[in-house]
């Protein structure tokens, strides 16, 4: 099964609303696979309470960037820090969703089970799933709007339920950090439009959301920073500066 979640470390007690000041600093990071650069020399500076849209074209190291920093690709070179140090000490802290057709739908587990997942960080591997952990699960349930169909095998959802239920865990989690790939691929407007309101609503919690992002007309009202990649960085900024036909041209090139 292929329903991947962010690496186990030991819990750290989090604010009910998540700290706006925790910087993720990413710096001259490298990646390759044997002798292809998927990634090369990529620096960015960025905070929680923002949304980052990661913009460019096929092959471009959009996944391979999320899942850097959510410790699924060993970088070659380069930094990675999240509160000053490495992130690794912080790894329940993120949450890493992919792309929708890496996941096996038919893996015979609910909407329930699948948040539940998300208290595995913090449960580790002795201790038991206590009250706490189940009110979690509530909650991040409740607040998804999932409650009529947490009983569901997540094969018998929607696109739009299938993308809820995992952010879902994501908010079982505790997690700061939302790392997505592609989040409304699939999606019908609707479901685009729920999921739009979501991640804002997130963000405004405090909660930083990364996400790769190919669609243009969308991004602005989405994603107030952007890092236009490819393999290495084009450029970075506020949505508004880095949108140009400039910096696209420079990007999809």
């Known amino acids: 099964m292929t329903l991947e979640h962010s690496p186990t470390s030991e819990s750290h007690t989090c604010c009910a609303h998540h700290d706006h000041h925790h910087d993720l600093v990413i ?3 490298s990646v390759h696979y044997r002798t292809l650069t998927a990634l090369e020399n990529i620096s960015l500076n960025t905070s929680c309470g923002n949304r980052l849209a990661l913009i460019g074209p096929n092959g471009a190291g959009k996944s391979t960037l999320l899942k850097s920093i959510a410790g699924l690709v060993k ?6 820090r999240w509160r000053g140090t490495a992130i690794k000490q912080w790894s329940s802290e993120f ?6 057709e890496e996941i096996d739908w038919n893996f015979p587990i609910t909407v329930r089970g699948l948040v539940e997942m998300g208290r595995y960080p913090h449960i580790g591997l002795w201790k038991k799933y206590s009250d706490k952990d189940a009110e979690a699960v509530d909650q991040a349930i409740e607040s998804l709007d999932l409650t009529d169909i947490q009983d569901r095998q997540i094969s018998q959802l929607s696109g739009g339920q299938q993308q809820r239920s995992f952010i879902a865990r994501a908010v079982a989690q ?9 989040p409304f691929n699939g999606l019908d407007r609707i479901a685009a439009k729920t999921l739009s309101a979501l991640l804002l609503k997130l963000s405004s919690e405090g909660r930083l959301i990364i996400a790769s992002h ?3 007309n969308t991004a602005p009202a989405l994603f107030n920073q952007v890092l236009l990649l490819n393999k290495s960085a084009v450029n970075f900024g506020n949505t508004e500066d880095m949108l140009t036909e400039e910096n696209l041209s420079n990007t999809f090139a």
């Open 95 to 100: 949450a890493y969703l992919p792309q929708r």
């Open 174 to 182: 505790n997690a700061h950090v939302l790392l997505l790939d592609e």
């Open 214 to 216: 190919h669609d243009l």
């Open 27 to 29: 710096s001259d990071l």
């Open 75 to 80: 970088k070659s070179s380069g930094t990675i």
